[in-house]
């Protein structure tokens, strides 16, 4: 061999090995998106099997045992095959991409292609009667005849189809899959006109191989979105679930978790805080009660005023409440969200005496959700307050007890709400 077929083939049987280990990781991981899974594997094994045929043609190319002539006819066959084959298991996995983001599966192009494409299988068939395609010399080397152009028109129009199908669906694709996809329908092309210049080196299968990786490599990223999404979910319904548990103890304040962090994420988006922030502020208003857990019924639940000392312990619960929450250390905006949210802007609340900018910005969202929701609800010896009541007592606080933009942004919300249905 020379030095090119022993490069060629050096780098058919690493492709062929990459795709295989691929194949592989993607087999592991195949619990989500099954259908996808599945698409993706066919991928990648059929760009193996294409790698080692590609491999083995160049190998056996000019070898004149009846191994290499056998070999030689049998690789170039399986060549062409699994080309299409490729581009098949190709367009399902990005139908099923584009369905999986909402975006048009186009079955008719979907179907052309599948027509295309069988057509050309049958084409290459009957190639190895007629030697259209490509024929063999006396040496056991294969060439191209003048009708090569009949079979790279079979390769060719399903490519087209494809990139049909995926500039129709741009928006929906993720830029990972935008690149993989490209590499797909730009790289055979490239290879092609190579071949044309420097006949007998194909880049082909080698950059199919890296288009695949970067599929793989969306596929693993859309896994790990997934994952995530569904470990914040879970974290969400914990959550949710233990603020229930906190309010199922005070009849007069049942919801009143659900309702103050249903309020501090109106006030997050009013102010346009990230998405990221705004979800935070809801996690910490739903658990900002938690300690009351820590503080006995009949203070808890008593329906006349308290004492000093009674209000002495219900005052604890901010403290409590930090205790119960410090050891979730991946989330410590919980335990200050619990500590601080009666806090006052002036300084004058407690546990700590914080007061302005000390006060972290989403404790000080609580701060006002909680105090408009307490305003707002039924209570034993009252009924929720008039809209008017409620709204002059924000503005006379803004400054004192509220954060003043805070204070400012619940106002808004407020004149937004002609039909007042923001209470209990």
């Given at each position: 061999?020379?030095?090119?077929?022993?490069?060629?083939?050096?780098?058919?049987?690493?492709?062929?090995?990459?795709?295989?280990?691929?194949?592989?990781?993607?087999?592991?991981?195949?619990?989500?998106?099954?259908?996808?899974?599945?698409?993706?594997?066919?991928?990648?094994?059929?760009?193996?099997?294409?790698?080692?045929?590609?491999?083995?043609?160049?190998?056996?190319?000019?070898?004149?045992?009846?191994?290499?002539?056998?070999?030689?006819?049998?690789?170039?066959?399986?060549?062409?095959?699994?080309?299409?084959?490729?581009?098949?298991?190709?367009?399902?996995?990005?139908?099923?991409?584009?369905?999986?983001?909402?975006?048009?599966?186009?079955?008719?192009?979907?179907?052309?292609?599948?027509?295309?494409?069988?057509?050309?299988?049958?084409?290459?068939?009957?190639?190895?009667?007629?030697?259209?395609?490509?024929?063999?010399?006396?040496?056991?080397?294969?060439?191209?005849?003048?009708?090569?152009?009949?079979?790279?028109?079979?390769?060719?129009?399903?490519?087209?189809?494809?990139?049909?199908?995926?500039?129709?669906?741009?928006?929906?694709?993720?830029?990972?899959?935008?690149?993989?996809?490209?590499?797909?329908?730009?790289?055979?092309?490239?290879?092609?006109?190579?071949?044309?210049?420097?006949?007998?080196?194909?880049?082909?299968?080698?950059?199919?191989?890296?288009?695949?990786?970067?599929?793989?490599?969306?596929?693993?990223?859309?896994?790990?979105?997934?994952?995530?999404?569904?470990?914040?979910?879970?974290?969400?319904?914990?959550?949710?679930?233990?603020?229930?548990?906190?309010?199922?103890?005070?009849?007069?304040?049942?919801?009143?978790?659900?309702?103050?962090?249903?309020?501090?994420?109106?006030?997050?988006?009013?102010?346009?805080?990230?998405?990221?922030?705004?979800?935070?502020?809801?996690?910490?208003?739903?658990?900002?009660?938690?300690?009351?857990?820590?503080?006995?019924?009949?203070?808890?639940?008593?329906?006349?005023?308290?004492?000093?000392?009674?209000?002495?312990?219900?005052?604890?619960?901010?403290?409590?409440?930090?205790?119960?929450?410090?050891?979730?250390?991946?989330?410590?905006?919980?335990?200050?969200?619990?500590?601080?949210?009666?806090?006052?802007?002036?300084?004058?609340?407690?546990?700590?005496?914080?007061?302005?900018?000390?006060?972290?910005?989403?404790?000080?969202?609580?701060?006002?959700?909680?105090?408009?929701?307490?305003?707002?609800?039924?209570?034993?010896?009252?009924?929720?307050?008039?809209?008017?009541?409620?709204?002059?007592?924000?503005?006379?606080?803004?400054?004192?007890?509220?954060?003043?933009?805070?204070?400012?942004?619940m106002l808004e919300i407020m004149d937004e709400d002609t039909g007042y249905t923001l209470h209990e």
């Open positions: 061999m020379g030095v090119t077929q022993c490069l060629q083939v050096t780098f058919e049987f690493w492709s062929a090995i990459f795709s295989l280990i691929t194949a592989l990781c993607v087999y592991v991981t195949r619990q989500y998106d099954a259908a996808g899974s599945l698409y993706l594997m066919a991928l990648l094994l059929t760009n193996a099997t294409l790698n080692v045929t590609e491999a083995m043609a160049y190998y056996y190319r000019g070898n004149l045992t009846l191994t290499g002539y056998h070999m030689v006819r049998i690789s170039n066959f399986s060549v062409f095959l699994c080309n299409y084959l490729l581009l098949l298991f190709l367009l399902f996995y990005i139908c099923r991409v584009i369905e999986r983001n909402g975006g048009n599966e186009s079955r008719k192009l979907k179907h052309a292609a599948v027509s295309i494409i069988a057509a050309g299988i049958v084409l290459l068939a009957l190639s190895r009667v007629f030697d259209f395609y490509y024929a063999f010399d006396e040496s056991n080397r294969y060439y191209r005849l003048n009708t090569y152009w009949v079979m790279l028109l079979f390769t060719e129009a399903p490519l087209m189809i494809l990139a049909n199908l995926i500039f129709s669906n741009w928006q929906s694709l993720k830029n990972i899959e935008k690149n993989g996809f490209l590499m797909f329908i730009i790289l055979p092309v490239v290879g092609i006109i190579v071949q044309l210049f420097v006949y007998g080196v194909s880049v082909t299968t080698i950059t199919d191989t890296i288009a695949l990786f970067t599929v793989f490599v969306s596929y693993e990223l859309e896994y790990s979105d997934h994952m995530i999404a569904k470990e914040r979910k879970m974290l969400s319904q914990t959550i949710r679930a233990f603020a229930r548990t906190i309010d199922m103890r005070d009849h007069y304040t049942g919801s009143h978790s659900e309702r103050v962090a249903k309020y501090a994420r109106m006030l997050a988006r009013r102010m346009k805080l990230s998405k990221e922030t705004t979800r935070r502020v809801y996690q910490m208003a739903l658990l900002h009660d938690v300690g009351k857990i820590g503080v006995d019924d009949t203070v808890l639940r008593k329906t006349t005023p308290l004492s000093p000392d009674e209000y002495s312990k219900i005052k604890t619960h901010a403290i409590k409440g930090s205790e119960i929450l410090r050891n979730i250390t991946e989330m410590p905006e919980l335990a200050r969200g619990a500590r601080w949210h009666h806090e006052r802007y002036d300084g004058k609340g407690y546990p700590d005496g914080l007061g302005g900018s000390a006060i972290p910005l989403e404790v000080r969202i609580i701060g006002v959700a909680d105090s408009y929701d307490a305003m707002t609800s039924n209570r034993s010896y009252r009924r929720y307050l008039p809209q008017e009541v409620v709204r002059a007592e924000i503005k006379r606080n803004a400054g004192t007890q509220f954060d003043p933009q805070v204070a400012q942004c």
